[in-house]
């Protein structure tokens, strides 16, 4: 199972899908751990698109989700996709995350709740 959270520029702290700079991805059963460069930061528009779009790429299952990681439209697309959603609080660091025992794939949240959505007044 992958995966994967979009991680601040201080390298350690959960961010939502546009507010930072690498995408970590740590595949549970290999404990392996891949960066890649955020495409949202730079896009201009459709930018969560473009993390989810990335995530997908990479063949991931699971995204860690503080509040406002996704937008009602971003998080269609990944549950369209079948993308599961680990719903932390914000400011949740990386390595505490992986204190509890990791779940199966199962285990994690199909939904988030609306209050937990972006809103899309700061958009174009």
């Not at 503080?66 to 959603?85: D, L």
């Amino acid at each position: 199972m992958k995966i994967a959270a979009v991680i601040g520029t201080d390298n350690t702290t959960i961010r939502p899908l546009v507010e930072g700079p690498v995408i970590r991805i740590r595949d549970t059963e290999t404990g392996e751990q891949t960066e890649l460069e955020n495409p949202g930061v730079k896009a201009v528009r459709g930018r969560r698109i473009a993390v989810v779009q990335e995530m997908l790429k990479h063949n991931v299952d699971v995204v860690i989700a503080p509040p406002t990681t996704f937008c009602s439209h971003s998080y269609q697309v990944a549950r369209q996709k079948g993308i599961r959603f680990w719903n932390l609080e914000s400011g949740t660091k990386w390595d505490d995350a992986w204190k509890a025992d990791i779940p199966d794939a199962s285990a994690f949240d199909t939904e988030i709740a609306p209050e937990r959505l972006a809103s899309h007044h700061h958009h174009h």
